[in-house]
């Protein structure tokens, strides 16, 4: 049974604005990926927030949806004394939320939990209009049915995200992925893409970033496997593609200030803002093979361009891309991408910077200051 979670606005005219949250369905040690959507009835609304908590049986994150950074907005989140996460969605911009999918609840069930019902609560909702007013928004709680049984995998194929966006897609040769899963992932000893070993970057309670072997044959769906020393944690069939770019952030969630160096190497930022005319230093994944080809798990050792062209814009405008490739000194996987700053560009604190390769675009949501 799915039943959607409805939380009103205080409106005095015309609709609510609405998020929806479907029940779940779980056995106990399984992890869920979730949906929550927002809809807002006509309703501006500029910012959320809420708490996020829930029953001892349940454990949870929040992964960021594609309407967050849509909307140029940023997502923040902060453990709570009480064990549970408050939630921030709000941005330097006075823009409206746009309607869709704001968050993916990562929630995890223990394997020692009852068959029953478990509950995930938001409350503390608040939201604001573009001006700064307050909306109050109502408490609302959503239904986890624990079944009777167990489920031995320790992650799903929803949990498998590009490390620069948080966002599911499919995977490409080079793209550095996170894997998000029970406590089990920390003793990951090997992720295996269609039979190639994924140099492993990252690995921690519940996460494990890769690297994709540049070798994937793109035009073929692939298997993942990972694995604790002789035992396997589990396996995802993903769909694959040429290139699934996405730019780092310094929220490290895809959204807001991008991961961006000025022309003098310093980081980018409203109070350190790039000159018009300049060239900026924008750092990315999943921008497929190179060329030269790059050696998997090893740090790049000097240029190597994207094999497909990449157009760039930075707040509407189409500008020069200088370079597009393989980082000096970096793993590779990470991509470098030097642009100019348009000389007509006015001052901006948040510029969208929007990254084509081929034909795929980068997610939207990242931003550069300018002056």
Same mark, same amino acid.
């Given at each position: 049974?799915?039943?959607?979670?409805? +939380?009103?606005?205080?409106?005095? *005219?015309?609709?609510?604005?609405?998020?929806?949250?479907?029940?779940?369905?779980?056995?106990?040690?399984?992890?869920?990926?979730?949906?929550?959507?927002?809809?807002?009835?006509?309703?501006? +609304?500029?910012?959320?927030?809420?708490?996020?908590?829930?029953?001892?049986?349940?454990?949870?994150?929040?992964?960021?949806?594609?309407?967050?950074?849509?909307?140029?907005?940023?997502? *923040?989140?902060?453990?709570?004394?009480?064990?549970?996460?408050?939630?921030?969605?709000?941005?330097?911009?006075?823009?409206?939320?746009?309607?869709?999918?704001?968050?993916?609840?990562?929630?995890?069930?223990?394997?020692?939990?009852?068959?029953?019902?478990?509950?995930?609560?938001?409350?503390?909702?608040?939201?604001?209009?573009?001006?700064?007013?307050?909306?109050?928004?109502?408490?609302?709680?959503?239904?986890?049915?624990?079944?009777?049984?167990?489920?031995?995998?320790?992650?799903?194929?929803?949990?498998?995200?590009?490390?620069?966006?948080?966002?599911?897609?499919?995977?490409?040769?080079?793209?550095?992925?996170?894997?998000?899963?029970?406590?089990?992932?920390?003793?990951?000893?090997?992720?295996?893409?269609?039979?190639?070993?994924?140099?492993?970057? *990252?690995?921690?309670?519940?996460?494990?970033?890769?690297?994709?072997?540049?070798?994937?044959?793109?035009?073929?769906?692939?298997?993942?496997?990972?694995?604790?020393?002789?035992?396997?944690?589990?396996?995802?069939?993903?769909?694959?593609?040429?290139?699934?770019?996405?730019?780092?952030?310094?929220?490290?969630?895809?959204?807001?200030?991008?991961?961006?160096?000025?022309?003098? *190497?310093?980081?980018?930022?409203?109070?350190?803002?790039?000159?018009?005319?300049? +060239?900026?230093?924008?750092?990315?994944?999943?921008?497929?093979?190179?060329?030269?080809?790059?050696?998997?798990?090893?740090?790049?050792?000097?240029?190597?361009?994207?094999?497909?062209? +990449?157009?760039?814009?930075?707040?509407?405008?189409?500008?020069?891309?200088?370079?597009?490739?393989?980082?000096?000194?970096?793993?590779?996987?990470?991509?470098?991408?030097?642009?100019?700053?348009?000389?007509?560009?006015?001052?901006?604190?948040?510029?969208?910077?929007?990254?084509?390769?081929?034909?795929?675009?980068?997610?939207?949501?990242?931003?550069?200051?300018?002056?």
């Amino acid at each position: 049974m799915v039943r959607p979670i409805l +939380v009103l606005l205080a409106a005095v *005219y015309g609709q609510c604005a609405v998020l929806t949250l479907p029940d779940l369905n779980a056995f106990p040690g399984q992890i869920l990926v979730g949906s929550l959507s927002f809809s807002s009835q006509g309703q501006a +609304v500029s910012a959320i927030q809420f708490d996020m908590s829930g029953d001892a049986a349940l454990s949870f994150g929040v992964l960021p949806g594609a309407q967050i950074g849509a909307s140029v907005k940023v997502l *923040y989140t902060a453990a709570l004394p009480t064990g549970g996460l408050r939630v921030l969605i709000v941005g330097i911009n006075t823009g409206t939320l746009a309607d869709g999918e704001l968050l993916r609840p990562l929630v995890e069930v223990s394997p020692h939990a009852t068959p029953g019902t478990a509950q995930l609560r938001i409350g503390n909702v608040v939201a604001s209009q573009p001006d700064g007013t307050g909306l109050m928004l109502s408490p609302v709680s959503s239904a986890v049915q624990i079944q009777a049984g167990s489920f031995t995998q320790s992650f799903v194929a929803a949990g498998i995200v590009n490390a620069a966006s948080l966002l599911p897609g499919p995977i490409s040769p080079g793209e550095i992925i996170t894997i998000f899963g029970g406590a089990a992932l920390s003793e990951t000893s090997a992720v295996v893409c269609n039979g190639i070993s994924a140099p492993i970057l *990252y690995k921690g309670p519940g996460q494990v970033n890769a690297v994709v072997p540049f070798g994937l044959d793109p035009t073929k769906p692939a298997s993942l496997d990972i694995r604790a020393q002789e035992q396997s944690l589990g396996t995802a069939s993903l769909a694959a593609a040429t290139v699934s770019p996405a730019l780092f952030t310094q929220s490290s969630n895809g959204t807001g200030p991008g991961t961006i160096l000025n022309q003098d *190497y310093t980081l980018n930022s409203p109070s350190n803002p790039a000159r018009a005319g300049s +060239v900026i230093m924008i750092y990315g994944t999943g921008f497929g093979a190179l060329n030269p080809a790059a050696t998997d798990g090893q740090p790049a050792t000097g240029e190597a361009d994207t094999q497909l062209p +990449v157009v760039a814009s930075v707040g509407g405008i189409v500008t020069d891309v200088l370079y597009a490739g393989a980082a000096p000194g970096l793993i590779a996987g990470v991509v470098q991408i030097n642009i100019r700053i348009p000389q007509n560009l006015a001052p901006a604190p948040t510029a969208m910077v929007l990254l084509t390769v081929g034909s795929v675009g980068a997610p939207a949501g990242v931003v550069v200051s300018t002056q």
